[in-house]
């Protein structure tokens, strides 16, 4: 009998049906070994494994799940999101033509604005929460790629994912997607027209602040995923064995994770969307946030565990705020299971743009009263 389709959810969970014939273990091995043996005529024991630099077995459940999670074709697990990221711009050509948000993560910002640029490549920041500039900006038979972020980091600002894939398609260009805050639980861009979808899988992916990776997965088998394929084998941007193993393990409880962040985020959002001390509160879940409706339409279950605050007084009353709080982890990074809080124009270069007035939440697994709590206690 064919076994019925699984839900998201399950296919999770189950590390995607993983069992071991041998020791009925239910728990996927980790896999150290750099090489694999030939036999006495020197071909491969097994066909698929060289060496571990492009053929861990470690990376197949991990792999496999990504590309069902996200209805793609394939996926490939990397080092960390910056080496996921990068790997897209390099698969290009000098000479080619890039489209990118005015405001997103401000590492790859920087890597595109030097490295990139260095090498040949053509950037061009567009406000790509509005399609008819990014239409405008287009150049036929020279833009690639249009690069986007949505929910962005750290405004949550939205872009429209069918909207711009038609874009870039009418002009011969892949749309790539970094879902990290949105993750495989709220939105899947790729059925919405994209051709690849990024993520820092260490943020909500592994979920437990213990490990640095990252991935993509492709809409299309094609020529281009074929170099990202070979970009990250020959630069060895790979995750360890230890790593593919944690990453796993944290996806197994994504779908318990997300939905609760989730919740708790809204909660958040809304109690303090009227506090007096609070300028705004970015989060695309309040009909408020100018992307909300865009939001409605792509993502489902919620809006994730992301939000903003501008605080009234600038830098000192956010700093102030910050100081004050007894729960809330005052760190970098997101999508752990501890709630944390970033003034991120103190993290950022001065070019970043981000205003001193921002606070970025990451909300956690806690108990969404106490988070209320704490704040509130810190604003007085």
């Given at each position: 009998?064919?076994?019925?389709?699984?839900?998201?959810?399950?296919?999770?969970?189950?590390?995607?049906?993983?069992?071991?014939?041998?020791?009925?273990?239910?728990?996927?091995?980790?896999?150290p070994s750099t090489t694999y043996e030939r036999d006495?005529?020197?071909?491969?024991?097994?066909?698929?494994?060289?060496?571990?630099?492009?053929?861990?077995?470690?990376?197949?459940?991990?792999?496999?799940?990504?590309?069902?999670?996200?209805?793609?074709?394939?996926?490939?697990?990397?080092?960390?999101?910056?080496?996921?990221?990068?790997?897209?711009?390099?698969?290009?050509?000098?000479?080619?033509?890039?489209?990118?948000?005015?405001?997103?993560?401000?590492?790859?910002?920087?890597?595109?604005?030097?490295?990139?640029?260095?090498?040949?490549?053509?950037?061009?920041?567009?406000?790509?929460?509005?399609?008819?500039?990014?239409?405008?900006?287009?150049?036929?038979?020279?833009?690639?790629?249009?690069?986007?972020?949505?929910?962005?980091?750290?405004?949550?600002?939205?872009?429209?994912?069918?909207?711009?894939?038609?874009?870039?398609?009418?002009?011969?260009?892949?749309?790539?997607?970094?879902?990290?805050?949105?993750?495989?639980?709220?939105?899947?861009?790729?059925?919405?027209?994209?051709?690849?979808?990024?993520?820092?899988?260490?943020?909500?992916?592994?979920?437990?602040?213990?490990?640095?990776?990252?991935?993509?997965?492709?809409?299309?088998?094609?020529?281009?995923?074929?170099?990202?394929?070979?970009?990250?084998?020959?630069?060895?941007?790979?995750?360890?064995?230890?790593?593919?193993?944690?990453?796993?393990?944290?996806?197994?409880?994504?779908?318990?994770?997300?939905?609760?962040?989730?919740?708790?985020?809204?909660?958040?959002?809304?109690?303090?969307?009227?506090?007096?001390?609070?300028?705004?509160?970015?989060?695309?879940?309040?009909?408020?946030?100018?992307?909300?409706?865009?939001?409605?339409?792509?993502?489902?279950?919620?809006?994730?565990?992301?939000?903003?605050?501008?605080?009234?007084?600038?830098?000192?009353?956010?700093?102030?705020?910050?100081?004050?709080?007894?729960?809330?982890?005052?760190?970098?990074?997101?999508?752990?299971?501890?709630?944390?809080?970033?003034?991120?124009?103190?993290?950022?270069?001065?070019?970043?743009?981000?205003?001193?007035?921002?606070?970025?939440?990451?909300?956690?697994?806690?108990?969404?009263?106490?988070?209320?709590?704490?704040?509130?206690?810190?604003?007085?």
């Amino acid at each position: 009998m064919k076994p019925a389709a699984r839900q998201p959810a399950t296919l999770a969970a189950h590390a995607v049906g993983f069992s071991d014939p041998i020791h009925g273990a239910i728990v996927p091995p980790i896999h150290p070994s750099t090489t694999y043996e030939r036999d006495e005529d020197n071909q491969l024991i097994n066909a698929a494994r060289l060496y571990s630099r492009a053929d861990n077995p470690g990376y197949d459940a991990v792999e496999s799940l990504l590309t069902q999670l996200e209805h793609g074709a394939a996926s490939l697990v990397f080092s960390s999101g910056m080496s996921a990221a990068t790997a897209v711009f390099l698969a290009l050509q000098p000479g080619d033509h890039v489209i990118v948000p005015p405001v997103f993560y401000w590492a790859l910002r920087n890597w595109l604005s030097d490295w990139a640029t260095r090498w040949g490549l053509k950037v061009e920041a567009v406000d790509t929460a509005q399609p008819a500039l990014v239409a405008a900006a287009i150049r036929p038979g020279t833009t690639k790629l249009l690069w986007v972020e949505t929910p962005a980091n750290p405004n949550l600002a939205i872009a429209d994912i069918a909207a711009l894939a038609e874009i870039a398609h009418h002009a011969g260009a892949r749309l790539v997607v970094d879902s990290t805050f949105a993750t495989p639980v709220h939105s899947q861009p790729l059925t919405l027209g994209a051709d690849l979808v990024m993520h820092s899988a260490t943020k909500y992916l592994n979920g437990h602040s213990d490990v640095i990776a990252g991935s993509l997965t492709t809409h299309v088998d094609d020529d281009y995923w074929k170099r990202v394929r070979l970009m990250r084998n020959q630069i060895g941007t790979v995750l360890g064995p230890f790593e593919a193993w944690l990453l796993l393990r944290g996806m197994r409880t994504l779908f318990v994770r997300v939905p609760a962040q989730s919740r708790s985020a809204l909660a958040l959002a809304e109690n303090f969307s009227s506090h007096p001390a609070i300028k705004t509160v970015l989060y695309p879940g309040l009909a408020s946030h100018p992307g909300h409706a865009v939001a409605a339409k792509q993502m489902h279950g919620g809006f994730g565990g992301m939000l903003s605050l501008r605080v009234n007084g600038g830098a000192p009353a956010a700093l102030a705020l910050m100081r004050k709080l007894q729960i809330w982890k005052r760190a970098t990074s997101l999508g752990g299971v501890e709630s944390l809080i970033e003034h991120r124009a103190s993290v950022e270069p001065p070019a970043g743009g981000t205003p001193d007035d921002l606070l970025r939440l990451s909300v956690g697994i806690e108990d969404a009263g106490d988070l209320i709590a704490d704040l509130e206690q810190a604003l007085g």
